[in-house]
């Protein structure tokens, strides 16, 4: 979040930057609570253990810091979302796969990474629209279509005959 404000920061005006980052800030809150209720999880209390964990926590680990961590951590009362924007930022390397990321994070941000993985299945595309939905140069063979050639010629020259102008038809004989 800290690099998106950056940037928008970097390219408006200090007016519209803040307008623009409480936009992105609203969004992503509102975008969250969407998954928290389809997942069933209140972000209203803290998600992460409840209060017998946090004692068999108490059982398992006799160190004082350790019980004292753990109270701390289970009583935050944070949502997922807020623990997910103060955690730390990776380092840049030059092969970071992000979808292992995801993976491997999904115990930690349970409904951020089914946010994560849905936002990632969209597929990007730098294919124009106009070209996306035009047959002008596009060759179809064996390998492209399972239609046969003989549907796709009835398809295309469907297409031609919706696309036509009208013509007025006549009668021979007539004038």
């Known amino acids: 979040m800290d690099y998106v404000i950056f940037v928008i920061e970097e390219v408006y005006d200090a007016v519209k930057a803040e307008q623009l980052s409480e936009i992105v800030k609203q969004t992503l809150s509102e975008l969250f609570d969407h998954y928290s209720l389809l997942s069933g999880k209140s972000q209203e209390e803290p998600s992460v ?3 017998s964990n946090v004692s068999r926590v108490r059982g398992v680990h006799s160190t004082k810091y350790k019980r004292k961590r753990a109270e701390s951590v289970f009583s935050e009362g944070k ?3 807020e623990k997910y924007l103060e955690d730390k930022v990776e380092p840049d390397v030059k092969k970071f796969d992000l979808l292992d990321w995801w993976k491997n994070k999904s115990q930690t941000y349970p409904i951020i990474s089914v946010m994560a993985r849905d936002i990632l299945a969209i597929s990007v595309s730098t294919v124009a629209s106009e070209s ?3 047959t002008g140069g596009r060759v179809l063979d ?3 279509s399972s239609l046969t050639p003989k549907i796709v010629e009835c398809l295309i020259c469907g297409q031609n005959w919706l696309r036509a102008s009208p013509v007025a038809i006549q009668k021979k004989g007539t004038n």
Do not use: D
């Open 79 to 81: 949502s997922e979302l």
């Open 142 to 144: 064996s390998f492209r």
């Open 49 to 51: 253990v409840s209060q």
């Open 132 to 134: 996306a939905f035009s």
